[in-house]
């Protein structure tokens, strides 16, 4: 484990003034802890500053252009703006949204609510200061310590415990905004999974082709006793997005969570998901995929924490890159001393479309116990040519072949997702997005 | 309809076919034999259009056209099919998908219409079941876990929707169980039509006394070297290759 290093504290400046100008407002909305929070945050973000590739968990991820850029936050729709849509609200399901980090539709049902996170600190304070910050820790994360330093509502999802959800959580971050400035957008979740509940989250972020802007977003997710939670996270930011995103979760004895990630947009990209499997016998499945085009960068990395005896978890993740695309594979596996008979698995698969383009993979094994089971194993190719031939051979478009072949890559991870409208939206997605892929 | 003229071809330095001669005409089935490595599936593979090989001299015509200068998928729209000796497995897409789009592909250069799901679906089920083949194969991804006698009745399946105009069938009797030997050759059996032409690249006569080839050839360091009727196989089962040295020595003492 790499020590916390200090990175350079260029760009700083305008987010200490940024904080200034806000705090007398916000201290008046909200309690004293969350206030306190939010200065020790940000006063660890001014010490850790933006990480550079120095640090080791930052290596292929070049934060210079963000760390130059001034942020204005993104502050509620004016009167009268329309507000954004997407088609993932139309997938079914109970659906909640969110403009510029401020929900704007709550939903609520017999076992279920998604509501404000600030309704939910002025109204059930204790149960919000059980757990908001207990697991994206900001110590050591300039990211996580600038969204807990900035974030100003958020949403609060909460299972009943025992529930069993028959339709998915949809839950849509827009980010609107006129163009004259970056906005910067720090967007808060906490999902609290009752004890035996069953459920699904989907969780995305949409914003504008052509707009800078930065979604800097912290999940939390506590899974009680036998919880068990699919979760899947769509990034369909805008062309010129900066996304980072964050989720922390924390797994009860024998539950199971299950992680699906796709991310598709954004220019700039690094999405972390972390679990701890702190309960005897619990699993987690982590899959991911990844399509990069063009200049984007996609920088994945996740962290399995295995605390407790008995667990499980299988993580899978694509990449597919085109043009001159850059991806990034970081997968750490921590087992700690007290997990034995702990069974872990890890893969990372990769796709090149293009000579230009590059992916740099990276297991992370740090395993402290000995009765374990731990694998691991990165590949890169090309679309097999062998393949490729035999599609051509029976009169198949070498495009098209080229298409296929690629859309079944990454279908072995959209395959995975439900709900089936979801599924296939998405892969109608991919089709779109790999069309002009260039021979 | 097929006609190659002195076709030289090489894979990286190492030259493979050596002044191949063939002509196949519409109706006509023809069988090329031949020692292992003698140069059958690369003939069968830059006739298919594959471009790890590269023809360094010669031609190939077919049906009139220069189909050297045709990519892959339009030599398999003009009615081209080779049958794999090892077919390739891909994962993740299905035979059906596979098998629609083939078809399609085709159908449109053609000039006929798309099928959709119901018509296809019925031309498929019929053929396989011409083929005694196992239906659950179609909705699992191409070749991917078939069994070697799976894979080489999936080739035939290909063949039997695409309709072509010319078969290339490599190997495809070797690995057979004898019912599936015989399945497949009553699937070669029911292709064969007076607008169309079969070559067979076999080891075996066995394949050969289900279907009755008109010309045999055997083939040997990259050239056809001799070529007969249906005897000539027989003649090859029971005496293998060993009389190819003895007419390679003779004609290296003639040539001295
Ligand atoms: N891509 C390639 N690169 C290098 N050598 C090749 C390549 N393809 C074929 N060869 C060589 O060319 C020769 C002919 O191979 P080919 O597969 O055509 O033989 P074959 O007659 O089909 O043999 P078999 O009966 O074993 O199937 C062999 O020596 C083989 O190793
Ligand atoms: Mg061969």
Redesign the interface.
């Known amino acids: 484990m790499s020590a916390a290093v200090t990175g350079t504290p260029a760009g700083q400046e305008a987010w200490l003034a940024a904080f200034a100008a806000r705090e007398r407002r916000l201290a008046n909305e909200c309690p004293w802890w969350l206030q306190g929070l939010r200065r020790t945050a940000l006063s660890r973000f001014a010490e850790l500053g933006f990480p550079t590739t120095r640090v080791e968990e930052w290596k292929y991820t070049n934060l210079a252009p963000l760390a130059r850029t001034v942020f204005e936050p993104a502050g509620p729709l004016a009167p009268g703006d329309r507000r954004p849509s997407s088609w993932v609200e139309t997938i079914g399901g109970a659906v909640a949204w969110t403009v510029n980090g401020i929900l704007g539709a709550a939903s609520a049902g017999r076992d279920f609510s998604i509501g404000s996170l600030r309704a939910a600190w002025q109204e059930t304070p204790e149960l919000v200061q059980r757990h908001l910050s207990r697991h994206a820790v900001f110590d050591r994360h300039a990211f996580v310590a600038l969204n807990t330093a900035f974030f100003e509502d958020g949403v609060l999802l909460r299972i009943r415990d025992g529930a069993v959800l028959d339709q998915p959580l949809v839950l849509v971050h827009y980010v609107s905004g006129n163009g004259d400035t970056p906005l910067a957008c720090h967007g808060r979740t906490l999902v609290l999974a009752g004890r035996n509940s069953q459920a699904s989250i989907v969780e995305a972020w949409v914003g504008p082709d052509g707009l800078v802007y930065l979604t800097n977003s912290v999940a939390e997710a506590v899974l009680g006793e036998g919880a068990v939670l699919e979760y899947v996270r769509l990034q369909l930011e805008g062309d010129k997005a900066y996304h980072f995103s964050a989720l922390h979760a924390r797994q009860g004895r024998s539950s199971s969570l299950a992680v699906h990630t796709v991310l598709l947009g954004g220019a700039l990209t690094r999405s972390e998901i972390g679990s701890v499997l702190a309960g005897e016998g619990a699993s987690t499945v982590l899959n991911g995929l990844y399509l990069a085009r063009g200049d984007q960068h996609m920088d994945n990395y996740t962290t399995l924490d295995h605390a407790q005896p008995h667990a499980t978890s299988v993580e899978l993740y694509k990449g597919i890159l085109d043009g001159r695309s850059t991806g990034v594979f970081h997968g750490r596996i921590i087992v700690r001393p007290e997990a034995q008979k702990t069974d872990a698995i890890q893969r990372n698969r990769n796709l090149l479309l293009s000579p230009d383009a590059v992916i740099n993979t990276k297991p992370q094994l740090e395993i402290y116990a000995d009765d374990v089971r731990c694998t691991h194993g990165a590949t890169v190719g090309q679309v097999?040519a062998?393949?490729i031939?035999?599609?051509?051979?029976?009169?198949?478009?070498?495009r098209?072949?080229r298409r296929?072949?690629t859309?079944?890559?990454a279908?072995?991870i959209t395959d995975r997702i439900n709900p089936a409208s979801l599924r296939e939206r998405l892969n109608a997605e991919l089709v779109v997005r790999l069309d002009p892929i260039e021979e | 309809m097929l006609e190659i003229r002195n076709l030289h071809a090489k894979a990286g330095d190492k030259s493979i076919l050596r002044g191949v001669n063939l002509k196949v005409c519409a109706g006509e089935v023809h069988a090329i034999m031949g020692p292992n490595g003698s140069g059958k599936s690369t003939l069968a593979q830059v006739i298919a259009g594959r471009d790890l090989y590269e023809v360094t001299e010669g031609e190939v015509l077919f049906e009139g056209k220069n189909l050297l200068e045709l990519s892959p998928e339009e030599r398999a729209r003009e009615g081209i099919f080779l049958a794999f000796q090892y077919p390739v497995e891909i994962p993740g897409v299905s035979n059906l998908y596979f098998l629609r789009t083939a078809l399609n592909a085709v159908r449109k250069h053609r000039g006929l219409e798309e099928l959709d799901v119901v018509d296809f679906m019925e031309l498929v089920k019929q053929r396989v079941k011409l083929l005694g083949m196992n239906e659950a194969l179609l909705e699992r991804p191409v070749n991917e876990g078939f069994s070697g006698g799976e894979k080489k009745r999936n080739e035939i399946l290909q063949m039997a929707v695409l309709e072509p105009r010319l078969a290339i069938l490599d190997e495809t009797d070797s690995g057979l169980d004898i019912d599936a030997l015989k399945a497949v050759a009553a699937g070669i059996n029911a292709m064969r039509s007076p607008e169309r032409a079969i070559v067979v690249v076999t080891h075996y006569q066995r394949l050969l006394e289900y279907v009755e080839p008109d010309f045999v050839h055997v083939m040997a360091e990259g050239r056809i070297v001799r070529s007969g009727d249906k005897e000539l196989a027989r003649e090859l089962e029971r005496q293998g290759y060993s009389w190819l040295e003895e007419e390679e020595a003779l004609a290296g003492e003639s040539r001295t």
């Open positions: 097999d062998d393949a031939f035999y599609l051509r051979s029976r009169g198949i478009a070498h098209e072949a296929l072949l859309l079944a890559f279908q072995e």
